[in-house]
């Protein structure tokens, strides 16, 4: 009878390992769901805090754009108006009535009222305007 006992001992014991295997199973489902659950939670929460960031930065570029913009529209009519304006105060000088001959320098009187002025271009490296065209006059000969 020692033998049906200890088989019967050993029998009971599998079956406590087997429902002890079994809840272990379910345990270890249920937490890779939980894992899965909040997993999923956090990548929402991130989705929803880089949309909203998505957005601020939007906003801002917009706003840097019009601010871009706006800048431009005043810099235009200044520029204009600055030309104009220097155009409009710069007196007209008289035409001399007195012609000078060859060797005859300018009175003082006919240069004083006179102002000159310039229009200024883009500005261009005399270095390599000058290079390229000493390199033109050197196809030539």
Do not use: H, W, Y
């Not at 871009?68 to 001399?96: R, Y």
Request: charged content about 35%.
């Amino acid at each position: 009878m020692s033998e049906t006992i200890q088989l019967e001992e050993l029998l009971n014991e599998k079956a406590s390992m087997e429902d002890e295997s079994c809840d272990l199973d379910e345990e270890q489902r249920q937490l890779k769901d939980r894992a899965k659950a909040l997993t999923a939670k956090i990548i929402e929460e991130l989705r929803k805090k880089n949309n909203a960031k998505q957005e601020s930065v939007n906003n801002l570029q917009s706003k840097v754009n019009e601010l871009e913009l706006e800048l431009s529209k005043l810099q235009e009519p200044n520029t204009k108006e600055s030309t104009e304006d220097i155009v409009e105060e710069t007196p007209q000088a008289p035409i001399p009535q007195e012609t000078t001959g060859p060797f005859e320098q300018p009175s003082q009187e006919t240069t004083e009222g006179n102002v000159s002025v310039a229009e200024v271009g883009p500005e261009v490296d005399v270095a390599t305007a000058v290079d390229s065209k000493d390199k033109k006059k050197r196809k030539f000969f």
